[in-house]
Nanobody, 126 residues
Framework: QVQAGESGGRLVQTGGSLRLSCAAK??????????VAWFRQAPGKDREFVAR????????YYADSVRGRFTISRDNAKNLAFLQMDSLKPEDTAVYYC?????????????????WGQGTQVTVSS
């Protein structure tokens, strides 16, 4: 079983940067064999795909709204995934979730993920 937990969210000004971390506790399946994604959910809105990465970091995808500003990465040796967020905008304000799935590929759809963290709040002030 893979369990995920996020950290790094806080209040930041427009144009600032944050780095979110996802610590994955794995039993039965190595973290290195899981696909990972970041999603976010703003108040009153549906959960939204942000970025995803496959187990070997060879396939990486971003939502159009964050491409060029956000970078997803992972360190399989440390069971960690990251989301580097630069040039932050007020519309990036949301709770950010890390998700992992029991398979090497990733997906942009929340229903394809088996394990979720509790979320970390990111607030970008204008």
């Amino acid at each position: 079983q893979v369990q995920a937990g996020e950290s790094g969210g806080r209040l930041v000004q427009t144009g600032g940067s944050l780095r979110l971390s996802c610590a994955a506790k794995v039993s039965g399946r190595p973290f290195s064999m899981t696909g990972v994604a970041w999603f976010r959910q703003a108040p009153g809105k549906d959960r939204e795909f942000v970025a995803r990465i496959n187990s070997g970091s060879t396939l990486i995808y971003y939502a159009d709204s964050v491409r060029g500003r956000f970078t997803i990465s992972r360190d399989n040796a440390k069971n960690l995934a990251f989301l580097q967020m630069d040039s932050l905008k007020p519309e990036d304000t949301a709770v950010y979730y890390c998700a992992a799935r029991d398979g090497p590929s990733s997906s942009p759809f929340p229903d394809d993920y088996d394990h979720w963290g509790q979320g970390t709040q990111v607030t970008v002030s204008s």
